[in-house]
């Protein structure tokens, strides 16, 4: 008995509970991608199971610091770090079983007392003769648990059972064959653009002005439809034409013929065409699901069945979680019954009355910064009456509610918040997130933990690095030389330092702009030995030489055999008909547009991005691109773009839109210092906005930090450098030279000169933008490439391997940064950003992501080892792999106490934000799978048959696996609340399969090697 105990509570029995956890949580967030959020909820977070897990994970957890007795003072840190998991789970759990949460919707000039559930309840109501019972059960159905509810009631003594026998998400009522129906048809108008329209027998619709009837003695009616059993007609008073679909061949029709309508057809009526879809002979009114893309809106409906004494009857209830249901009442014999199916209405001791909402939006653009409730607390039992303003990280606290500013109505009368109440649940959960920092920070510093262990074992096999000379960092940059179809550099250079306001409101110089353009247009950076300016203006001065250039990458052999081109790029007459008078790709685009997200392919989502680089270029030859002319009375203080300009003020001569077309006209002539002075008109003109613009300080360190345009070059140079460094210390492993330690002291501080020009470019990027460059995907990658080397200059003095490594995982960061699939823009923030709560967040997760990434690669180093292990080497190898794994050990701990603290960092600034700390959004299930799998990668050595260098090193190597699935693959694929955070979809190239593949040899044969000499197994436990 007492052995089964111990089991419950030792590390293999904790090992067990958190591969199952990884396990379902992953499944889960696999549910939610394809089903839905509802569908995850059913199916695993809100199941009973889920919760006896977790509730074995903190009896384990709770059993060990008994057993082990880790309360006592040596092992402080581990207590109190094993203690605020308990908490966090016990905060959870008083969160998940007492609190409530909801939405308040309140027009402007009325006031609300009650708050919609989030969750969805099915209400019950009996009656019979003098007798009511009435019950209310939370309940949650999809498609793949629709069948799951089932409620036994009893009124007087007759038992009731009703249970679910279907599920219809976003039911929308649609009429579809059915005996004993009437006829309906269902036709597809063309004017233009696509509209399907449905006619039931005896009704009338408007088609693009013309009304259609069908069996109808309307008078209006031009084209009249009629049926004859299976087949449908119709007639119409003038003359109409039918043509086969893919063939050339018409049929004419005089007026008043009876046209015989079939699939497959295409009718022309005057100015109307028509297709038809679907006749039904008999039809009726069925419940299906909306079309995908379609369903925002519509309820779901419910299909009961009800039984009673012996009777059975059947009913269709509809609502939806987040709205309250509609009451559907019927009777069976004797029994009336009333069922509902939505959210409750829950009443609050007090209300909040909205006195204005308003969105404020960034200067010219319909983004918005904010969006601001100005409410008024009502609460007659204590006597208050007070002002109170709600926005994104504002927060109103009343009486342990919280009100969150959510969302808005569309008119902008109306305002959304979130509602919650857990002040318990709160308070415990942040008393263990406190528990959990101190007791990091104890565990990285105590004497007694097994992270000073590592320290002091890994610093006897030290040999430390000493001083060298500096050598300076090569920034080489291209000669760039003026050419017929561009001005000369220096001019361009000029008109780059303007002003410009982008479409999302952003004031930015036209340097900027320019790079935007150029990297939209071309995928590239720069464009043959042009600078973005000279191609920004060269395409305003010289627009037919510039769309005979082949500014456009055509990967696609279908758009290539389409305009005739099979070379790699295309100019912009390729694209269009020889005559001139169309678009070459505007069926296809048309096709790709009208398809849903989900239902394109890789040709339509190809040509959907070459039509937006062309029209790119089409709006920077016109102009519109160029909001560069502040206009007085515009709304939202909007600049004028170019032909706005020119339109306001035609006559004028002093006019801002003369100056620029005069300023095109004399480079045009080469004319460059009247040109000039047309600049420095434009430039005083912006000036007279100042209020409205950036320090001129800004502008010129945006345009140095353009022009320099280092992350690549560090990139470069990481990779270089780190190369070089790994095939030094792979030398000083095996032979000791002094020439050797100094060439690679020598670059390690030339690494470090380039990590303190990564800061600096990190500094003026955020300096830039106004905000922590921690916002998207590129920002996020260049501040793991910064984390990563200094994980690898921190830990230098341990090995010099880690500094090689981090050099190089850092390059490939940068690459992965400047990738087509990224957006290298500074942006302006989205409202639920601006918080510095997502500034810790981000900086403590990537720190984290950087540390576990140089423990990832000196896993795979020492896998690398291990594979070339044999009797003769083993004494070397295996002090080297020793090493190797004690230093792997120091970076994944620090690694996993900054991806843990990060973790629940973002729960508060998710409870800061929207009202609650933890939701289960893919985002945040990947980035705790991540924590889980690296904590029991960390307890591996306790666990019997994984303590060994080999498993300790193949599993924080794949380890790493979580963390790109948590930024990747979750970013790109699963989607979720995180989603602003992303770029565009990428696919997996080819070669990264053959990668996995050779990895796994190479994991192979290390563990034959390693089996062979069993020396090796117990290193690093």
Request: proline content about 4%.
């Given at each position: ?8 509570f ?6 067990v ?13 696999l549910?939610?991608s394809?089903?839905?959020t ?16 977790l509730?074995l994970?903190?009896i ?18 581990v207590f ?8 966090i ?8 079983f007492?609190?409530?949460?909801g939405?308040m919707?309140?027009r ?21 003769g ?8 939370n309940?949650?159905?999809?498609e ?6 089932r ?16 599920f ?9 064959p059915?005996p004993?129906g009437?006829p309906f ?6 004017s ?18 013309m ?6 003695q309307?008078?209006m ?8 059993g ?9 003359s ?6 893919g ?11 009876t ?18 879809q ?5 039809a ?12 925002m ?5 419910v299909?009961l069945?009800?039984a ?7 009913q ?21 019954y009333t ?5 409750r ?5 007090f209300k909040?009355?909205?006195?204005d909402f308003r ?8 983004s ?9 607390l ?5 006597g208050i009456e ?9 927060v ?13 109505d ?9 509602v ?6 709160t ?29 002091r ?15 300076l960092?090569?920034l080489?940059?291209?000669a760039?030389t003026?050419?017929p179809?561009?001005p ?5 250079s000029?008109?780059?330092?303007l ?6 409101g952003r ?6 702009l ?7 247009i071309?995928g590239?950076s720069?464009?043959?030995d ?5 191609v ?11 769309r ?5 990458k055509?990967?696609q ?6 305009i005739?081109?099979?070379?790699k790029?295309a ?11 169309g678009y070459?790709?505007?069926d ?7 398809k ?11 040509v ?11 709006l920077?030859?016109?102009g ?7 206009a007085?009375?515009t709304?939202?203080?909007?600049w ?7 339109a ?10 003369n ?12 004319d ?21 613009l950036p ?32 095939v030094l210390q792979f ?5 000791v ?7 690679f ?14 800061t ?6 955020w300096?830039?933008s ?24 921190f830990?230098v003095?341990w090995?010099g ?14 690459v ?25 967040h981000?900086t403590v ?5 950087g ?5 990832s690669l ?26 190797l794994?004690r ?8 690694g996993l ?8 960092l ?8 929207w ?38 090193n193949?599993?924080?190597?794949f ?19 995180h ?6 979809p ?13 990895l ?7 563990w034959?090697?390693q ?5 090796i197994?117990?290193i690093?436990?």
């Amino acid at each position: 008995m007492l052995k089964r105990i111990s089991f419950l509570f030792s590390m293999s029995f904790m090992g067990v509970l958190l591969i199952i956890l990884i396990g379902i949580l992953a499944l889960a967030t696999l549910i939610e991608s394809r089903y839905g959020t509802e569908t995850a909820w059913a199916l695993i977070y809100g199941t009973h199971l889920f919760e006896i897990l977790l509730l074995l994970i903190g009896i384990n957890v709770v059993g060990a610091v008994v057993l082990f007795r880790s309360y006592r003072r040596p092992k402080i840190s581990v207590f109190l770090f094993h203690l605020s998991f308990v908490l966090i789970l016990a905060g959870a759990g008083i969160t998940r079983f007492i609190s409530s949460e909801g939405m308040m919707h309140i027009r402007e000039g009325e006031s609300a007392s009650s708050m919609i559930s989030d969750d969805a309840w099915m209400k019950v109501d009996l009656r019979s003769g003098d007798q009511a019972v009435a019950g209310i059960r939370n309940t949650r159905l999809t498609e793949l648990t629709g069948r799951s509810y089932r409620s036994r009631m009893r009124i007087g003594k007759e038992r009731v059972v009703i249970r679910s026998t279907g599920f219809i998400p976003n039911a929308v009522e649609q009429m579809v064959p059915m005996p004993g129906g009437e006829p309906f048809v269902q036709l597809i108008a063309l004017s233009g653009r696509q509209v399907p329209v449905g006619i039931p027998s005896g009704e009338t619709r408007n088609l693009f002005g013309m009304e259609v009837s069908l069996n109808a003695q309307d008078p209006m009616a031009m084209l009249r439809l009629f049926s004859e059993g299976e087949r449908l007609y119709g007639t119409v008073p003038f003359s109409a034409t039918a043509m086969k679909m893919g063939e050339s061949a018409v049929v004419s029709y005089e007026p008043f013929d009876t046209i015989p309508f079939e699939q497959g057809m295409l009718y022309a009526f005057g100015h109307l065409r028509l297709a038809l879809q679907a006749f039904y002979p008999s039809a009726k009114p069925r419940l299906t699901r909306a079309p995908d893309g379609q369903g925002m809106g519509y309820p779901d409906a419910v299909e009961l069945e009800i039984a009673y004494r012996g009777m059975v009857a059947r009913q269709v209830v509809t609502g939806s979680s987040g709205a309250t249901g509609n009451p559907v009442t019927g009777r069976i014999g004797d029994l009336e019954y009333t069922i509902t199916y939505g959210s409750r209405e829950i009443p609050l001791p007090f209300k909040l009355a909205l006195q204005d909402f308003r969105v404020e939006r960034y200067p010219g653009s319909n983004s918005p910064s904010s969006f601001i409730s100005e409410v008024t607390l009502l609460d007659g039992e204590m006597g208050i009456e007070e002002d109170c303003r709600i926005y994104m990280n504002n927060v109103l606290k009343h009486r342990g509610y919280r009100f969150y500013q959510s969302s808005y109505d569309t008119d902008e009368m109306g305002t959304i918040l979130s509602v919650n109440k857990d002040r318990w649940g709160t308070g415990v959960t942040y008393a263990g997130y406190f528990l959990l920092m101190a007791g990091m920070v104890l565990a990285l510093f105590n004497r007694g933990t097994r992270f000073q262990s590592l320290v002091r074992n890994a610093s006897g096999a030290l040999r430390r690095t000493a001083a060298a000379s500096l050598l300076l960092l090569a920034l080489p940059g291209a000669a760039l030389t003026a050419q017929p179809i561009a001005p000369p550099k220096d001019i361009a250079s000029q008109f780059g330092t303007l002003w410009v306001q982008g479409k999302e409101g952003r004031f930015k110089p036209v340097n900027t702009l320019s790079g935007e353009v150029v990297r939209k247009i071309t995928g590239k950076s720069k464009y043959r030995d042009y600078t973005p300016d000279q191609v920004l203006l060269g395409m305003l001065l010289y627009p037919e030489e510039w769309r005979e250039e082949p500014l456009f990458k055509v990967d696609q052999p279908e758009i290539r055999n389409m305009i005739g081109y099979m070379g790699k790029r295309a100019c912009f007459y390729d694209f269009i008909e020889p005559s001139g008078s169309g678009y070459l790709l505007s069926d296809i685009v048309d096709r790709a547009y009208s398809k849903p997200v989900a239902a394109r392919d890789d040709l339509d989502k190809e040509v959907i991005k070459l039509d937006d680089r062309i029209n790119a270029m089409i709006l920077l030859q016109t102009g519109e691109l160029l909001r560069i002319f502040p206009a007085a009375e515009t709304e939202n203080n909007r600049w004028n773009a170019v032909p706005e300009a020119l339109a306001a003020e035609p006559e004028a001569h002093d006019s801002a839109g003369n100056a620029f077309m005069s300023l095109l006209l004399h480079i045009h002539e080469g004319d460059y210092s009247a040109a000039t002075e047309h600049l420095n008109r434009l430039k005083d003109y912006q000036s007279r906005h100042a209020s409205l613009l950036p320090a001129e300080g800004k502008k010129r360190m945006e345009i140095l930090y353009n022009r320099i345009n280092i992350f690549p070059r560090l990139s470069r140079f990481y990779g270089i450098f780190g190369l070089l460094l790994l095939v030094l210390q792979f030398i000083r492993t095996f032979r000791v030279s002094k020439l050797v330690d100094y060439l690679f002291r020598v670059g390690v501080i030339h690494l470090a000169v380039a990590f303190g020009l990564h800061t600096l470019a990190f500094i003026a990027r955020w300096y830039i933008s106004g905000h922590a460059p921690l916002s998207n995907g590129y920002e996020s990658m260049i501040f793991v490439s910064w984390v990563t080397l200094l994980a690898g200059l921190f830990f230098v003095r341990w090995s010099g391997f880690a500094m090689g490594l981090t050099a190089v995982l850092g390059s490939l960061s940068l690459v992965v940064a400047h990738m087509s699939w990224m957006n290298p823009e500074i942006t302006n923030l989205v409202p639920v950003l601006k918080s510095v709560w997502l500034t810790i967040h981000v900086t403590v997760v990537m720190a984290g992501y950087g540390f576990l990434g140089l423990a990832s690669l000196l896993g795979l180093t020492g896998l690398v080892f291990l594979a070339v292990l044999n009797e003769a080497n083993h004494v070397k190898i295996s002090g080297v792999v020793e090493h190797l794994t004690r230093v792997n050990q120091m970076a994944l701990i620090i690694g996993l106490y900054f991806m843990t603290a990060g973790v629940f960092l973002g729960g508060v600034w998710a409870n800061e934000s929207w009202g609650r700390y933890w939701g289960w959004d893919p985002k945040e299930t990947w980035a705790l799978i991540t924590v889980l799998v690296y904590a029991f990668v960390a307890h591996m050595r306790h666990i019997p048959g994984l303590r060994g260098a080999y498993a300790y090193n193949l599993a924080s190597f794949f380890g790493y696996g979580s963390v790109l699935m948590t930024y990747f693959g979750v970013n790109y694929f699963l989607g979720g609340i995180h989603s602003y955070a992303t770029g565009s979809p990428f696919a997996f190239p080819w070669y990264s399969y053959a990668i996995l593949a050779i990895l796994a040899g190479l994991s192979i044969v290390a563990w034959y090697r390693q089996k062979r000499v069993p020396d090796i197994k117990e290193i690093g436990s």
